[in-house]
């Protein structure tokens, strides 16, 4: 479509996109503040003459902050990388090999992604308990495959299907085994669409919350969303730290955002649009 | 090479033949791979997915509480723990005995019918032989001060001789106070209850879970605090979702970072954003809950967390925030997949840009819009993060959503059976959901594409 954009729609643009961002931007502005101008006359003026680091370093130092970005990090990467591996096999068979069984088994993953984590938690925290996995990585790294394996495999068909299927013919004429085209010939032509379903992977275990809270309850394990949740002070709400932190754990986002926008959208959008 | 040796080849048919088989064996080993690469995934769905919300159901048929020692398993049969049974039943027989030579007429009457049926029931216990040697064992051992294994001291009884020794005690409990002036009434009454803290009752209650919380108001209620939230804020997505995709659906400059600014609030963890808008809405120094007063949204600024609509309306509000940009996202891919020429052809004869949008969008966004509103409402359903955050559910239980309600029960209370029953109405609640909406979606969500 080619409408020509006009001013009054420019405008239109700046609100939305002031009003979406206007959140990040006040708590980046709380986060420079003073802890005294956070609260009383100064709380709703939008800038400081006076800013300060004081509280990014008070996350650092009062929280074992960077062991939850680490801990987080370690989770979520490992189940990424297992998941979409494991997803990998089963949405080439769905999309590319025929046998009996496709749609059951496409509708199975389907109804899994939409369990609610509530319907799974109990056999899964006594389960973990029992053999000794709670306040672990593998604690985690578990129960996020109910989350990640429908989510991947779901996206990776999409992609799977969208690969040429004269291509996988003329490997079979030169006498390719299946195996092999799929390492030599499909594999290559998936990657982008395989990285595009890590990020959002990715993205999905980082933000657990519900897991994480139940099964990782000491510091030493917890995860950013959670430990962010249980930020106290002794006797008031520590605001400035969770300004930072809130901060500190945004802008990665806006950069990975801002780099892989294209892949992220193909990728939220693969399994819900028909083409 | 067999094809050749034919004794008598029909030249026409004869590649064919050879195609075919190989192309059976082909076929069959495509089979093979494909349910080998299948399996993986499979198996760690039923392990991981399937298995758990059976097992739920099953552990909301008992009363299963981890924080009680006699609850926290589930078991279908009686059994009797020894260590604690021999640590007290000798003792409770010395007492009595003790009392009975004290006293006099019809109390030692009633004191000797005691102990003997007392005796009676430890003798019934021990006819079966597997138990007496279990029985001996974790005797030696006691005597010997030895400590005794979990495994050793339980042992499975008979449902009577059970109930028997559970009616016995509550006799002797009864007996006991209505003697009165008994010198070691206390020791007799405390050695009674721990021998009767010895029987392990099967906890398996059935449906009794689901009959007390669907006759529960709180259950009810947080039935319709979810509800209202997720009708709610899914309409109020999809409105202004589908108004700014259609209004960005066209070349413009700056396009990126629109579509960056959409996809922000989406990544950032639920439970982030959540903690952020505590602080927007803050009634101090919040300054979102500021700006509502100063327009006249609320009366005053601590009216937003501290009320039970303020606090409904937060919620709300942050999710629309967070998730409208996702639904103008899946709606705006979806608009681009209908043609321009549709439209230029509608204005060419004449029709309105309302009647375009009627007639050309809605109908051919149809799919999209229930997809999306499929997986909206399904998300929505089940919200935690944002509550569990934001309002911890309440003020008094007024943002309390089924999630939390099961949260709750199962972690902070630690009764899991309870909680795992509510856990399975939010199963259900979300299973009805989606078959209404894969009535109206049809077989094309998972047909090839």
């Given at each position: 479509m080619n409408k020509k954009a006009g001013p009054l729609f420019y405008l239109l643009l700046a609100v939305f996109v002031f009003l979406v961002m206007f959140p990040f931007l006040w708590m980046l502005v709380s986060s420079i503040k003073p802890i005294n101008e956070?609260?009383?006359?100064?709380?709703?003026?939008?800038?400081?003459?006076?800013?300060?680091?004081?509280?990014?370093?008070?996350?650092?130092?009062?929280?074992?902050?960077?062991?939850?970005?680490?801990?987080?990090?370690?989770?979520?990467?490992?189940?990424?990388?297992?998941?979409?591996?494991?997803?990998?096999f089963t949405s080439y068979a769905i999309a590319r090999l025929k046998f009996k069984g496709k749609t059951v088994i496409l509708g199975l993953v389907l109804s899994v992604s939409m369990f609610p984590q509530i319907a799974t938690i109990s056999p899964?925290?006594?389960?973990?308990?029992?053999?000794?996995?709670?306040?672990?990585?593998?604690?985690?790294?578990?129960?996020?495959?109910?989350?990640?394996?429908?989510?991947?495999?779901w996206i990776l068909v999409t992609f799977f299907r969208k690969i040429p299927f004269d291509l996988e013919e003329a490997a079979k004429m030169d006498g390719a085994t299946l195996m092999q085209t799929y390492w030599k010939v499909i594999l290559p032509l998936a990657v982008p669409g395989i990285f595009t379903t890590a990020i959002l992977v990715f993205i999905a275990a980082w933000n657990e919350f519900l897991f994480a809270l139940t099964i990782n309850t000491d510091d030493k394990f917890k995860t950013v969303p959670v430990g962010i949740a249980m930020f106290e002070g002794q006797f008031t709400v520590p605001w400035g730290d969770i300004t930072a932190a809130t901060v500190i754990v945004t802008v990665p986002l806006v950069i990975m955002v801002l780099l892989f926008q294209r892949r992220i959208v193909s990728g939220l959008t693969s399994g819900a649009v028909k083409e | 090479m067999e094809v050749k040796l034919n004794p008598n080849p029909s030249p026409k048919k004869d590649p064919g033949q050879a195609k075919t088989s190989s192309n059976k064996k082909r076929k069959a080993s495509e089979k093979r791979l494909a349910y080998l690469l299948?399996?993986?995934?499979?198996?760690?769905?039923?392990?991981?997915?399937?298995?758990?919300?059976?097992?739920?159901?099953?552990?909301?048929?008992?009363?299963?509480?981890?924080?009680?020692p006699t609850k926290s398993e589930v078991t279908l049969s009686y059994h009797l723990d020894l260590e604690k049974y021999l640590n007290s039943y000798p003792f409770l027989i010395n007492v009595l005995e003790d009392e009975a030579g004290k006293a006099k007429g019809s109390p030692a009457?009633?004191?000797?019918?005691?102990?003997?049926?007392?005796?009676?029931?430890?003798?019934?216990?021990?006819?079966?032989?597997?138990?007496?040697?279990?029985?001996?064992?974790?005797?030696?051992?006691?005597?010997?001060?030895?400590?005794?294994?979990?495994?050793?001291?339980?042992?499975?009884?008979?449902?009577?001789?059970?109930?028997?020794?559970?009616?016995?005690?509550?006799?002797?409990?009864?007996e006991v106070k209505g003697l009165k002036g008994l010198k070691n009434e206390e020791d007799a009454l405390g050695l009674s209850s721990s021998l009767n803290e010895a029987v392990i009752k099967p906890n398996f209650i059935g449906f009794d879970h689901y009959k007390n919380n669907l006759t529960d108001k709180r259950m009810w209620m947080a039935i319709w605090n979810t509800s209202a939230f997720t009708i709610v804020s899914v309409f109020l997505e999809l409105v202004i979702g589908l108004a700014i995709a259609v209004l960005i659906n066209k070349a413009f400059f700056g396009r990126g970072l629109v579509r960056a600014t959409i996809l922000i609030p989406w990544a950032i963890p639920t439970a982030v954003s959540a903690k952020m808008w505590q602080f927007l809405y803050d009634g101090q120094n919040g300054v979102v809950a500021h700006i509502?007063?100063?327009?006249?949204?609320?009366?005053?600024?601590?009216?937003?967390?501290?009320?039970?609509?303020?606090?409904?309306?937060?919620?709300?509000?942050?999710?629309?925030?967070?998730?409208?940009?996702?639904?103008?996202?899946?709606l705006l891919a979806g608009l681009q997949t209908i043609s321009s020429s549709l439209y230029e052809a509608a204005s060419i004869d004449g029709a309105s840009k309302w009647r375009q949008f009627t007639t050309i969008t809605l109908p051919l966004l149809k799919s999209s819009i229930l997809v999306a509103l499929l997986f909206r409402t399904l998300d929505a359903f089940r919200v935690f993060d944002l509550v569990f955050v934001l309002t911890g559910g309440g003020p008094a239980n007024s943002t309390e959503t089924i999630s939390i309600l099961a949260y709750k029960r199962m972690f902070e209370q630690t009764n899991f059976g309870d909680g795992s029953a509510l856990s399975v109405i939010v199963f259900v609640c979300v299973a009805v959901i989606s078959m209404i909406f894969i009535r109206f979606l049809g077989r094309d969500l998972l047909t090839d594409r």
């Amino acid at each position: 479509m080619n409408k020509k954009a006009g001013p009054l729609f420019y405008l239109l643009l700046a609100v939305f996109v002031f009003l979406v961002m206007f959140p990040f931007l006040w708590m980046l502005v709380s986060s420079i503040k003073p802890i005294n101008e956070l609260f009383g006359d100064k709380a709703f003026t939008p800038f400081t003459s006076r800013p300060t680091f004081d509280n990014y370093i008070s996350v650092f130092t009062n929280y074992p902050f960077l062991k939850y970005l680490w801990n987080s990090f370690v989770v979520s990467g490992i189940t990424t990388l297992y998941t979409v591996l494991i997803a990998s096999f089963t949405s080439y068979a769905i999309a590319r090999l025929k046998f009996k069984g496709k749609t059951v088994i496409l509708g199975l993953v389907l109804s899994v992604s939409m369990f609610p984590q509530i319907a799974t938690i109990s056999p899964i925290y006594i389960l973990l308990k029992n053999i000794g996995l709670t306040n672990s990585y593998l604690g985690l790294i578990i129960p996020y495959t109910t989350i990640t394996l429908p989510l991947s495999i779901w996206i990776l068909v999409t992609f799977f299907r969208k690969i040429p299927f004269d291509l996988e013919e003329a490997a079979k004429m030169d006498g390719a085994t299946l195996m092999q085209t799929y390492w030599k010939v499909i594999l290559p032509l998936a990657v982008p669409g395989i990285f595009t379903t890590a990020i959002l992977v990715f993205i999905a275990a980082w933000n657990e919350f519900l897991f994480a809270l139940t099964i990782n309850t000491d510091d030493k394990f917890k995860t950013v969303p959670v430990g962010i949740a249980m930020f106290e002070g002794q006797f008031t709400v520590p605001w400035g730290d969770i300004t930072a932190a809130t901060v500190i754990v945004t802008v990665p986002l806006v950069i990975m955002v801002l780099l892989f926008q294209r892949r992220i959208v193909s990728g939220l959008t693969s399994g819900a649009v028909k083409e | 090479m067999e094809v050749k040796l034919n004794p008598n080849p029909s030249p026409k048919k004869d590649p064919g033949q050879a195609k075919t088989s190989s192309n059976k064996k082909r076929k069959a080993s495509e089979k093979r791979l494909a349910y080998l690469l299948v399996a993986p995934s499979l198996l760690l769905i039923l392990l991981i997915a399937i298995w758990p919300v059976l097992q739920s159901f099953y552990y909301s048929l008992f009363d299963l509480r981890l924080n009680n020692p006699t609850k926290s398993e589930v078991t279908l049969s009686y059994h009797l723990d020894l260590e604690k049974y021999l640590n007290s039943y000798p003792f409770l027989i010395n007492v009595l005995e003790d009392e009975a030579g004290k006293a006099k007429g019809s109390p030692a009457e009633t004191l000797n019918g005691l102990i003997s049926e007392l005796k009676e029931v430890d003798a019934g216990i021990k006819e079966d032989s597997a138990v007496k040697k279990q029985y001996e064992q974790v005797d030696d051992k006691l005597t010997n001060m030895e400590p005794v294994s979990e495994e050793l001291s339980s042992v499975k009884v008979d449902k009577s001789d059970a109930l028997k020794l559970d009616r016995t005690l509550h006799k002797v409990t009864s007996e006991v106070k209505g003697l009165k002036g008994l010198k070691n009434e206390e020791d007799a009454l405390g050695l009674s209850s721990s021998l009767n803290e010895a029987v392990i009752k099967p906890n398996f209650i059935g449906f009794d879970h689901y009959k007390n919380n669907l006759t529960d108001k709180r259950m009810w209620m947080a039935i319709w605090n979810t509800s209202a939230f997720t009708i709610v804020s899914v309409f109020l997505e999809l409105v202004i979702g589908l108004a700014i995709a259609v209004l960005i659906n066209k070349a413009f400059f700056g396009r990126g970072l629109v579509r960056a600014t959409i996809l922000i609030p989406w990544a950032i963890p639920t439970a982030v954003s959540a903690k952020m808008w505590q602080f927007l809405y803050d009634g101090q120094n919040g300054v979102v809950a500021h700006i509502f007063e100063k327009v006249g949204l609320v009366g005053s600024a601590t009216d937003l967390l501290t009320t039970n609509l303020g606090a409904m309306f937060s919620i709300i509000f942050t999710d629309v925030w967070k998730t409208t940009p996702y639904m103008a996202l899946l709606l705006l891919a979806g608009l681009q997949t209908i043609s321009s020429s549709l439209y230029e052809a509608a204005s060419i004869d004449g029709a309105s840009k309302w009647r375009q949008f009627t007639t050309i969008t809605l109908p051919l966004l149809k799919s999209s819009i229930l997809v999306a509103l499929l997986f909206r409402t399904l998300d929505a359903f089940r919200v935690f993060d944002l509550v569990f955050v934001l309002t911890g559910g309440g003020p008094a239980n007024s943002t309390e959503t089924i999630s939390i309600l099961a949260y709750k029960r199962m972690f902070e209370q630690t009764n899991f059976g309870d909680g795992s029953a509510l856990s399975v109405i939010v199963f259900v609640c979300v299973a009805v959901i989606s078959m209404i909406f894969i009535r109206f979606l049809g077989r094309d969500l998972l047909t090839d594409r």
